[in-house]
Structures are given as C-alpha cells and as structure tokens.
C-alpha cells in the first residue's frame, strides 16, 4: 500500500466498502489516529444529516486540497448559493470541514507512514525507531509501526518475535500491541513473544506490564527475572533462571547439567528447528557453552559429548542411540 492511500481507505471504511486486508491497515491507522478518527467520523456524521447541495463538488474541492499539499497547482474552490435556507450553509460547513479533514489525513499519511517489518527466515533484524528505541526481531516476525510515533503513547504492533529495548519517556508511555496482549512500558529491555497462540514476555530490566486486549482490569506488573505468560484469558507470572531465553537474540547458549528434555526445547527456540529426542535420552544431562554457532555445530559438539546420533529429515531432527557416556546423567 503506498503511504498516500490511507485517506481513500478511509472514505471506503465510512461507505462500508472495505476488503478484509484493507480493513486491517485502517484499523492499524485508528488505533494510532483515535482523536483524528473520532473527530473525522462526528463530522461525516453531521455532513450526512446536513441537506445535499449539487453546486458544490466534494471531487473537485479534494483535487484542489490535493493539488496544493503536492506543489503541483492552485485553484480556488467556488461555492455557488442557490438558496438562501439555513440548511444550505450547514451543508456548505460540513463539506469544507469534510474536506479539510481528508486533507489533514493525507497530509499526515504521507509525512508519518505505517511502516511494517517483517524478517522471513532470518533472525536479528535491528529496527531503531523515532525515539531512539532499538527492536531485534526474531525470525518470522512482523512489526507495524507509524514512522514517527506521534501521540500521547508511543504504540506498534507486533507478530511472532522480538527484544525490545525501549528509550525511557514516562511522560509517553511505549505500547506493544501482541496477539490478544498488551505490553506497556516507560523504559526497559525485555523479550515479547506472540507464538504458538499465547503472549509470553520476559522482562530483563525495568518494569513491564501485560494485559489482556479482550478481559478488562486483567493485567500483571512483570520486574527483571519475571515471565509472564498471556494464553485463553489467563495471566500467568513465574522465574526465569536461564539466560537461554534470549539466546536467539545474543547468540550465546550456557548450559549447566542441562537435561536433554530442556536442551532441545531451547534449541527449538533459537534455531527454530523441530528436534525429536529418544525417550531414554530425555535424562541425559548436559555441561556446555555455545557462542554464535550453527545448529549443526551444536549437534556435532554435542554428539561428541553423549556419544548419539542424528538424522536431518525435511520437517524435523531426530536424535537417536544416545548413551550418556559423559556420566553427568541425574
């Protein structure tokens, strides 16, 4: 969609003529805009209730507006009366207030686009926004967000994964619209993940709260170490001992008589590989640390280790014949 479409989106939303992927950019625009949309939709309300009046062109009026934000022309709008009734001049006000409208949402389309993110395959994509805020993404992650981040709150949207370190304002709250969750905050680093039909976040410093878009007042307040965990309504908060939870961001994997069970699900996150594990394996225990390696370096290592072996299959990996000959099994 290109940034000067929003105000034609717009008009179809008030007329009813949206398709369902349209409608999701002017939702994304209202929640962004909730003043301008609220004062934009009284007015088309009162242009409704006014008397229509044939001489004076809404079409006409609009290219005018356009024309002069692009520089390209000047004209004058001509509104020629034809009745003297009050109504007349009530119709006259809405239509110029409804243009005037249009013209300040192009406007602010074109200057504050809704820029959207999204990283495929690959991990660690850096986006550094308006106010200095610095977002890693995950692989399979999408973030939305208005360039400048005007408003009271400073507000994106987010899908799959991603760590955010957000520049403290308090007089500017940073909002994180999340699946069915929201996560706001003032200034802190922390990890916000929306996969597998829930909203996870893990809070590395500061002070983040997350709550529920669909259940009001149910919201926690998560502090360094916490987790907090959005699924079907329910909030839940535990500790999160391991730095291993942001391991997909930084790289680097420590694991400290680990067993297997536990090792695969956290190699899973980071390398977003489904791993199969034998069921007498799942009680190995593991000692080591890896630093920005590939999954197959890990495995290999890993083997040397437990002593197993391993098939890469299309969907998934299946590790197998495991022995636990380096005696840390518990």
Same mark, same amino acid.
């Given at each position: 969609m290109q940034n000067q479409d929003i105000n034609s989106l717009l008009a179809k939303h008030f007329n009813g003529g949206l398709l369902p992927e349209q409608n999701i950019a002017v939702e994304e625009w209202i929640k962004s805009n909730p003043l301008e949309y609220s004062r934009l939709k009284s007015l088309i309300e009162k242009a409704e209730q006014a008397v229509y009046n044939p001489d004076c062109n809404l079409d006409d009026a609009w290219q005018n507006i356009d024309a002069q934000i692009r520089g390209k022309q000047t004209q004058t709008i001509k509104l020629v009366k034809t009745t003297g009734q009050r109504t007349w001049w009530m119709s006259i006000a809405a239509s110029l207030f409804l243009v005037t409208s249009f013209a300040l949402i192009y406007y602010s389309s074109y200057y504050n686009p809704l820029i959207t993110v999204?990283?495929?395959?690959?991990?660690?994509?850096? $986006? +550094?926004?308006?106010? @200095?805020?610095?977002?890693?993404?995950?692989?399979?992650?999408?973030l939305k967000y208005f360039k400048l981040l005007s408003g009271d709150k400073r507000q994106v949207r987010l899908e799959g994964e991603a760590f955010f370190e957000v520049t403290k304002n308090p007089a500017r709250p940073f909002v994180i619209e999340a699946g069915k969750g929201q996560v706001k905050v003032l200034g802190t680093s922390f990890n916000v993940n929306t996969a597998q039909a829930q909203v996870? $976040? +893990?809070?590395?410093? @500061?002070?983040v709260q997350l709550s529920s878009t669909k259940k009001r007042g149910l919201a926690i307040t998560l502090l360094p170490g916490n987790r907090g965990t959005l699924h079907n309504d329910q909030l839940e908060k535990d500790t999160v001992a391991s730095e291993n939870e942001y391991a997909w961001k930084t790289g680097i994997l420590v694991f400290r008589k680990e067993r297997m069970s536990s090792l695969v699900k956290v190699l899973e996150n980071t390398y977003h590989r489904k791993i199969i594990l034998d069921n007498n394996a799942a009680s190995c225990a593991v000692t080591a640390t890896f630093k920005n390696q590939t999954l197959e370096s890990v495995l290999e290592e890993l083997k040397l280790i437990l002593k197993f072996n391993y098939e890469v299959k299309k969907d998934y990996i299946l590790i197998h014949n495991l022995a636990c000959e380096n005696d840390n099994r518990e």
């Open positions: 999204s990283t495929g395959n690959f991990a660690n994509k850096q $986006v +550094t926004l308006a106010d @200095g805020s610095l977002v890693t993404l995950n692989a399979n992650s999408t996870e $976040v +893990t809070v590395r410093t @500061g002070k």
